[in-house]
């Protein structure tokens, strides 16, 4: 857990699976005033072109992955690590620190009550001990399935497949302060978070 002072921010850490509403609650956050980063942008961020990481995935996958204009062959890389444990874990070894790190110069960086820490990894990496707080979005399995299919014009089978590789539901609903259940609306979901924000206001007031 993040150790907080007087002097610091709250740091909600924001989660869910796969069409949980992860996006739209940070964007109902941000609308609210409250800084977010997204660890998917920072993960996006640390092998854009010039960055030493893109140099080290060229010399150990190869240039294939490299596109003409120098960028990262996201889309290539992603199939390759889905089916290789081994690479993944290296792949991991490299990036996770590098994005950790910029996280937490970000989060140092925050001068609101408190800040958002969006990252669909959170429970499954050591970004969990940046935050003070886990908010989990939650949503049941087949409506789950059925958004993302919609969403992303996946099979069914590849849905589950990356639902397979993400921490299971009950899991991330042990390990949550605070929950969201999103399985109705938009205006619902945008209900709830201005309910937390209040009580985040609150918290980052007094219980520090």
């Known amino acids: 857990m993040n150790q907080t002072t007087q002097s610091n921010p709250l740091i909600?850490?924001?989660?869910?699976?796969?069409?949980?509403?992860?996006?739209?609650?940070?964007?109902k956050f941000v609308e609210?005033?409250?800084?977010?980063?997204?660890?998917d942008q920072v993960a996006r961020d640390v092998v854009e072109p010039g960055e030493p990481a893109l140099q080290h995935i060229a010399e150990h996958f190869g240039s294939a992955l490299?596109?003409?204009?120098?960028?990262?062959d996201r889309s290539a890389l992603r199939k390759l690590v889905f089916h290789d444990p081994e690479q993944k874990k290296w792949l991991e070894?490299?990036?996770?620190?590098?994005?950790?790190q910029r996280i937490r110069d970000w989060l140092n960086t925050c001068a609101k009550p408190y800040c958002i820490l969006a990252s669909p990894?959170?429970?499954?990496?050591?970004?969990?001990?940046?935050?003070?707080?886990?908010?989990v979005i939650d949503v049941p399995e087949p409506v789950q399935v059925a958004r993302a299919m919609a969403r992303d014009q996946n099979s069914e089978d590849l849905v589950r497949r990356i639902i397979a590789t993400q921490s299971g539901r009950e899991y991330k609903r042990q390990h949550a302060d605070d929950i969201i259940l999103?399985?109705?609306?938009?205006?619902?979901?945008?209900?709830?978070?201005?309910?937390?924000h209040e009580y985040y206001l609150e918290?980052?007031?007094?219980?520090r």
């Open 12 to 27: 909600i850490g924001l989660t869910g699976g796969i069409a949980s509403g992860k996006s739209a609650a940070a964007a």
């Open 32 to 39: 609210l005033g409250v800084p977010c980063i997204d660890a």
């Open 66 to 72: 490299i596109t003409p204009n120098g960028a990262l």
């Open 93 to 100: 070894k490299l990036l996770h620190p590098l994005i950790n």
């Open 121 to 135: 990894l959170l429970l499954e990496t050591r970004q969990r001990e940046l935050v003070d707080r886990i908010l």
């Open 182 to 196: 999103n399985d109705k609306d938009l205006a619902h979901l945008n209900q709830e978070i201005a309910r937390l």
């Open 203 to 207: 918290l980052a007031q007094h219980d």
